[in-house]
């Protein structure tokens, strides 16, 4: 997520009460998570595993719960909870915008686009040209559509990522700063759901078709002309890359990459990143042809044992 404008490390610390070390006068840019961080972003960490991960990553700025030693060229921001003043950081540059209309003064909806009974839109959503919106769609603030855009009833764009962290007193969520973007010519079925990025971009490929009941995690990017059937749940963070398919009810773990071309059968589990171009099955997923030969094999343990005795 990028500011409105270039922000003093000094302004940053102010906001969220913390101490810093570096150049109070040092620009910030934007914050983000740590998978997508650019020059200029903060990005938090509060967990040792994960210190030289964020210190070494492309953030210039880093939030963390323990004075270590500044890298050359970069800024640290210390806090005694860097998710809860990340939190707060989302909340100042992207708070909650409450709407008591159906469609937002502030949206914009391409020429041809057809909005059906029931639908809600929400502050500065924008809609390309000759989409067919049906009943009872909501488009979460700040979602970006684009031409040729076909989502059928009952799908939600732009619900919060499913991102927590547990504490004494229960699990705090990590707080959606981000959109959801749809590129020309996809087709999105019934009752879906796509969770916004975190402060980055949930993003649906251009020519993409996704069938009914389907989920997508908070910032998974999705390539262009991706097949996806119904009941899949592909979790957060995925990259899947251009003409993927993914049968029904396939799942994946987050953080992977399906490349390109991969055909993923039904129910399989995706434990892992697979490279494109193969055909895929089971749990813990493999290639379809050893997974098959496995099966098979496994049908003929009865024979071999009554030949044993």
């Known amino acids: 997520m990028k500011f409105p404008k270039t922000y003093s490390l000094n302004e940053i610390a102010s906001i969220i009460n913390c101490e810093f070390v570096g150049d109070s006068d040092f620009p910030v840019l934007g914050m983000n998570e740590i998978h997508v961080v650019e020059p200029g972003d903060i990005v938090f960490v509060d967990h040792p595993k994960y210190y030289d991960k964020a210190l070494q990553s492309a953030a210039s700025i880093v939030l963390i719960n323990k004075t270590v030693d500044c890298p050359q060229g970069k800024a640290l921001l210390i806090s005694d909870d860097p998710f809860r003043d990340f939190n707060k950081l989302t909340n100042h540059f992207k708070p909650f915008q409450y709407s008591n209309v159906s469609v937002s003064a502030s949206a914009k909806i391409g020429e041809g686009t057809l909005i059906q009974p029931n639908v809600f839109i929400g502050n500065q959503v924008v809609i390309g040209k000759n989409c067919l919106i049906h009943s009872n769609v909501s488009i979460y603030d700040h979602t970006v559509i ?158 071999i044992l009554n030949k044993l005795k």
């Open 146 to 303: 684009g031409d040729n855009v076909i989502i059928h009833a009952g799908t939600i764009l732009g619900a919060d990522a499913f991102y927590y962290k547990k504490r004494a007193e229960g699990f705090d969520q990590l707080i959606s700063g981000g959109r959801v973007v749809i590129k020309d010519n996809v087709g999105i079925g019934a009752l879906c759901t796509i969770d916004k990025g975190v402060t980055g971009d949930t993003i649906i490929g251009e020519g993409t078709k996704i069938d009914n009941q389907v989920h997508v995690g908070h910032d998974t990017v999705i390539g262009k002309k991706c097949l996806i059937a119904s009941q899949t749940g592909i979790a957060g963070c995925v990259i899947i890359e251009d003409e993927v398919t993914l049968w029904g009810q396939v799942g994946t773990t987050s953080g992977i990459t399906i490349g390109e071309k991969a055909v993923v059968l039904g129910q399989t589990g995706v434990t892992k990143s697979v490279a494109g171009g193969k055909t895929y099955f089971g749990t813990p997923i493999e290639e379809s042809r050893e997974k098959l030969k496995q099966l098979a094999n496994i049908k003929k343990i009865p024979e």
